[in-house]
């Protein structure tokens, strides 16, 4: 099973800098198979970014995906206030079987 | 637009077997796609655990033993989850979620608390 390792665990920013996120797999995963997930409070995931650098319907370009093999990153360029929540990756593998980062929780500074 | 919904008992003893139902809008479980749940612990984060084909097909977390089955009623449009002889650990948020067979949850539920308690 690839475990993914999402860091750092909390990462504290004010509005208007920029987000850099971390996933990394313990074994290679297929850039067309990782995707990125912001969920707040009491709300279900939604997706953001899709075989590692597509964006989903609906949203900002301020939000973008790159990396490959065991390395991912997901930049939020200019953090609005909406944005401060919790970001997991996931991936798909073969059996098949789906998984999920532990999370970064983005916090206001 | 779709739309799914999870529906079932808040609280299920321990030793006995949760089940939950989710019901799709906005889109015919027989036009494709795999439908599956995902549940998260209290503060902690997301884990897969089986989704469906409209054809019945199913695939599970094996971490899960055996204890989960997933069935479908597409003269409903909705998909039910059986997890059996639960205990404390299975308290969650469980959602049903829509997608390829492919990586991403593209659509989801709003949840649903379950809580395992005597």
């Known amino acids: 099973e690839i475990v993914l390792t999402q860091s750092p665990g909390t990462l504290s920013l004010s509005p208007g800098e920029r987000a850099t996120l971390s996933c990394r797999a313990s074994?290679?995963?297929?850039?067309?198979?990782l995707t990125w997930y912001q969920q707040k409070p009491g709300q279900a995931p939604r997706l953001l970014i899709y075989?590692?650098?597509s964006r989903a319907t609906g949203i900002p370009d301020r939000f973008s995906g790159s990396g490959s093999g065991t390395d991912f990153t997901l930049t939020i360029s200019r953090l609005e206030p909406e944005d401060f929540a919790v970001y997991y990756c996931q991936q798909y593998g073969s059996s098949p079987m789906y998984t999920f980062g532990q999370g970064t929780k983005l916090e206001i500074k | 637009q779709v739309q799914l919904r999870e529906s079932g008992p808040g609280l299920v003893k321990p030793s006995e077997t949760l089940s939950l139902t989710c019901a799709v809008s906005?889109?015919?479980?027989?036009?494709?796609?795999?439908w599956g749940w995902i549940r998260q612990p209290p503060r902690k984060g997301l884990e897969w655990i089986g989704s469906?084909?409209?054809?019945?097909?199913?695939y599970f977390n094996p971490s899960f033993n055996g204890r989960v089955t997933i069935s479908v009623d597409t003269s409903k449009d909705q998909y039910s989850l059986k997890l059996t002889s639960v205990t404390a650990a299975d308290t969650a948020v469980y959602y049903c979620?829509?997608?390829?067979?492919?990586?991403?949850?593209?659509?989801w539920g709003q949840g649903i608390q379950v809580t395992v308690s005597s």
């Open positions: 906005g889109y015919s479980i027989t036009a494709g796609y795999y």
């Open positions: 469906i084909f409209h054809s019945g097909s199913t």
């Open positions: 979620a829509r997608h390829p067979i492919v990586a991403r949850f593209e659509y």
């Open positions: 075989g590692a650098s």
């Open positions: 074994q290679s995963v297929s850039s067309s198979y």
